[in-house]
């Protein structure tokens, strides 16, 4: 099998028709890795199985962040996955995020940028936990990313330990003062001669300066 890897860059600067493809065939590959049927149901939309979403662990899910750090988008992107949406997949163990959501709130132009993010941080996964248990995405054609439960809550604990780790540090420097500089000492500084000679002549007035 030939692999072909391209950059978000890569993919806005392609010709219509070939963006169109290369989304196709990612939407493609993530729904049957996820475990999507060929068959689509009776209202016509095709669902990933929860048995083939990859649930992540919290120890995994950090090494993920750490792995994507450096990557503004996929970072945001990636803890946006564990924001709190009412969508009813019908389906125990599995959660759903609207495509339209992430776009707005992690501040993506289209489709390509979110799959571009939702690449980086299947790629950083798959580094950490192997090639098997399926996909940690499934998408749909009515606008949806799917993923497993466990890994949102995940993402979520990943966050809420970051954020207390981060106020722990800030608390910590509050209230530690800042030490001296070892072997630091200030020069002494007096006034200059004109200065001295100003301050000895009378004011105006016969009133010496205070």
């Not at 065939?25 to 929860?50: C, K, L, N, T, Y």
Request: glycine content about 8%.
């Amino acid at each position: 099998m030939t692999a072909f890897t391209f950059s978000v860059e890569q993919i806005r600067s392609a010709p219509p028709e070939v963006r169109r493809w290369i989304v196709t065939e990612i939407s493609r590959a993530f729904s049957a890795i996820a475990g999507v049927s060929s068959q689509p149901p009776a209202d016509g939309v095709r669902r990933p199985e929860p048995a083939t979403l990859a649930a992540s662990t919290v120890p995994e899910a950090m090494r993920v962040v750490e792995l994507i750090g450096g990557d503004v988008v996929a970072s945001r992107l990636f803890f946006e996955l564990a924001r709190e949406h009412a969508v009813d997949t019908g389906m125990p163990e599995v959660r759903a995020v609207r495509v339209a959501d992430l776009l707005h709130h992690v501040g993506l132009p289209d489709m390509h940028s979110l799959l571009g993010g939702l690449t980086v941080i299947e790629r950083a996964f798959r580094q950490v936990h192997g090639d098997g248990d399926g996909s940690l995405f499934g998408i749909d054609e009515s606008g949806h990313v799917y993923l497993h439960e466990a890994t949102q809550a995940s993402i979520r604990r990943v966050w809420e330990e970051l954020v207390l780790a981060r106020a722990a540090a800030e608390r910590q420097l509050a209230a530690e003062p800042v030490p001296p500089t070892e072997g630091f000492m200030p020069p002494r500084v007096g006034p200059s001669e004109d200065v001295a000679s100003h301050a000895a002549r009378p004011a105006r007035g016969g009133n010496l300066p205070l």
